[in-house]
């Protein structure tokens, strides 16, 4: 039983670990302004004037060419730059949301504001469908047929609930477009909290687990990871915890703000305002390393060996023609680069973590077991 144990702890830490690698091996920044000859071209590289209609082969997203042209949209308009010259903005993007307002509806919108931005979409609207951890959402989205213009944002939240949820849906029969930024959770507590550092909090919860009420996103969603996975790092039993789930980050924060809760955990920027306006107070953060504008240390620097990022996606319908795909990827590939998202990823205080068609379709293949597994492992 022992042994039996100590395989099980050893495989969750080489998941997490792994994970931890990922989200810092996929963190980069876009191209950079140097000019770059076609067989190192990037999208949104500059080129020369004398390589106007020269095209780079297999540079752009998928193996899609890019051409060396004038952009004529968006903030680089009137710039030469490598570019897809058969790429057509979006009329519309008709957003499901499968959860309520939070960190899905941001990232909608802030793809949303980054288009609209550069000149590459020009109207959206959004459904809300929350429940089941994800399941509901992607239930209804699967059900849309013959409509090129739905999208969903997903991410670790949906893979890690359908597996809590026991659902029988599959994520990878809808068509994944791009993963995009990955963001880190922050642990907080109310302002009048006994509690001053993360240690003082887990100290009571290795004397005793279910002994304050946290308050975190949906059963087995990034949120519970991340509280789990730090439970182990202190030799706690995750499910002897007491984890009340919410549907996201403001209800999170209405929970502690009413005290019906004593700890709060969502995505770090969530919190804030109100650490700013001293209601919450930080008690840690997933992260690597520090992020500018949050008051909070890391669980590294505190003793607690765990990084863990939450990374959010775009799909779309199973039934999406292929030239339909192709120019939807190559409509965000160029949003990536652009300076209204990068922009939005400041401003958010997410990595910009992106890996498009194809690619972001073998992310998936790969993820998607690891995570079954850390949460196997987790007994969530």
Not at 30 to 36: G, S, V
Not at 120 to 142: D, E, I, N, R
Not at 217 to 241: C, E, F, R
């Amino acid at each position: 039983m022992e042994s039996s144990l100590m395989r099980k702890n050893s495989f969750v830490r080489f998941a997490v670990a792994a994970t931890a690698f990922a989200v810092l091996a996929g963190t980069s920044l876009p191209a950079n302004a140097a000019i770059k000859p076609a067989n190192k071209a990037s999208i949104g590289d500059d080129c020369t004037q004398a390589s106007t209609g020269k095209t780079a082969p297999g540079r752009g997203v998928d193996g899609s060419d890019l051409t060396c042209m004038v952009v004529t949209t968006g903030s680089f308009k009137g710039q030469n730059k490598w570019w897809y010259k058969d790429v057509t903005p979006l009329k519309n993007i008709d957003w499901t949301i499968p959860a309520n307002p939070g960190g899905y509806s941001l990232t909608a919108d802030a793809i949303t504001d980054s288009l609209k931005a550069e000149g590459l979409l020009t109207a959206t609207t959004s459904v809300y469908k929350p429940g089941a951890g994800g399941s509901v959402g992607l239930g209804a989205f699967q059900e849309i047929k013959g409509k090129p213009e739905a999208a969903m944002v997903t991410g670790i939240a949906m893979t890690g609930g359908l597996y809590s949820n026991k659902s029988k849906l599959n994520l990878l029969d809808s068509t994944p477009i791009a993963k995009i930024l990955r963001e880190y959770d922050g642990i907080v507590v109310p302002a009048s909290s006994k509690y001053r550092t993360l240690k003082q909090l887990m100290d009571d919860l290795v004397a005793k687990p279910n002994v304050v009420a946290i308050a975190g996103g949906n059963k087995g969603g990034v949120d519970h990871q991340i509280m789990g996975l730090l439970a182990q790092k202190a030799s706690i039993d995750p499910t002897k915890l007491n984890y009340v789930v919410y549907s996201g980050g403001p209800e999170v924060i209405t929970s502690l703000l009413s005290n019906a809760t004593q700890v709060g955990i969502s995505g770090a920027l969530d919190f804030a305002p109100y650490v700013a306006s001293g209601k919450l107070r930080y008690l840690g953060i997933s992260s690597a390393k520090t992020i500018s504008g949050i008051k909070a240390k890391t669980f590294v620097s505190q003793g607690y060996d765990l990084v863990y990022g939450n990374w959010r996606g775009i799909m779309a319908p199973a039934d999406l023609s292929k030239a339909d795909y192709l120019n939807f990827v190559k409509v965000i590939d160029i949003m990536h680069v652009s300076p209204a998202w990068q922009a939005q990823l400041t401003k958010n205080k997410w990595d910009n973590e992106f890996v498009a068609g194809s690619a972001f379709k073998a992310f998936l293949e790969k993820h998607i077991p690891e995570i079954n597994s850390v949460m196997k492992g987790l007994g969530i």
